[in-house]
């Protein structure tokens, strides 16, 4: 019952509440013959912002690269997924975004398994942003965790790769294991591979299951199934430009 109730309160909140009054309006339009264009914007609308369209995209980006073997890689880069600052923490000042936070556990347990050194690569996403790696390093730091690399310039996942084939290279290491969502990993791979670094792919932080299940609710438009199906786009833009040769 409490399922039931959960999707009779998604239509009812943005974007699902929206979209049924952008459909009667698209309705009562009809019948004078000038709906189409609206018929037709409902329509998109509506399925990009399902959970079936947005699992469905992410999925096929998440499960593309499988985990390599950790015992044959010499050092961990991890990247930024972005932070918040100015916000309290036990050192220093600033969080890591939910998603990075996961990053820097994964990365954390393969540090134990290892005992391998760990680059965090990443700067400012975008202005107002925190430093991912200054404030990643502070966390791990308090956690006990080192040695600890930090390249704090980079801003795109081509710089990523470039940066830390930079430290790569300083320290004869030549068998990196990166961590970094899961559905950002076919970019990444192909960004370090374009700086002719050959990494161990570790994806994690997966937001779709192995096997994919669908209620009635899947097709229910809804701000998360909204903002997954963004993600997805983005990324396939990103690899689109990558084949087009630009670097991102």
């Known amino acids: 019952m409490i399922y039931v109730l959960r999707d009779i309160l998604a239509l009812a909140l943005p974007p699902g509440g929206l979209l049924l009054l952008i459909g009667l ?19 998109v609308a509506w399925v990009v912002s399902t959970p079936w369209t947005g699992e469905q995209l992410v999925h096929r980006l998440e ?7 950790v015992g044959t890689g010499d050092a961990i880069i991890v990247l930024g997924e972005g932070a918040v600052p100015h916000t309290p923490q036990s050192r220093g000042s600033g969080s890591l ?7 820097y556990l994964t990365a954390i347990h393969v540090a134990h398994q290892t005992h391998l050194p760990i680059i965090l690569s990443g700067g400012k996403g ?5 430093n991912e790696s200054l404030i990643g390093r502070a966390v791990l730091q308090g956690l006990g965790v080192s040695p600890i690399y930090v390249d704090a310039r980079s801003q795109t996942t081509y710089e990523n790769a470039v940066n830390s084939a930079a430290i790569l290279r300083k320290h004869d290491w030549t068998r990196p294991i990166l961590i970094t969502s899961a559905f950002h990993m076919v970019q990444a791979v192909q960004d370090f591979r374009a700086v002719g670094v050959h990494v161990i792919p570790y994806p994690t932080g997966y937001q779709t299951s192995a096997q994919l299940t669908f209620t009635p609710g899947s097709w229910i438009p809804s701000s998360a199934g909204l903002a997954l199906t963004s993600e997805a786009l983005q990324e396939y833009v990103s690899l689109a430009a990558i084949g087009l040769g630009i670097k991102l």
Not at 63 to 68: A, K, L, N, T
Not at 97 to 103: L, P
Not at 126 to 130: I, M, P, R, W
Request: charged share 20%.
């Open 97 to 103: 975004s939910g998603a990075m936070a996961g990053e």
């Open 25 to 43: 309006a698209a309705w009562r339009s009809w019948r004078i013959r000038r709906a189409w264009p609206l018929v037709l914007a409902w329509g």
């Open 126 to 130: 975008s202005f107002g942003d925190g």
């Open 63 to 69: 499960y593309e690269v499988h985990r390599g073997a």
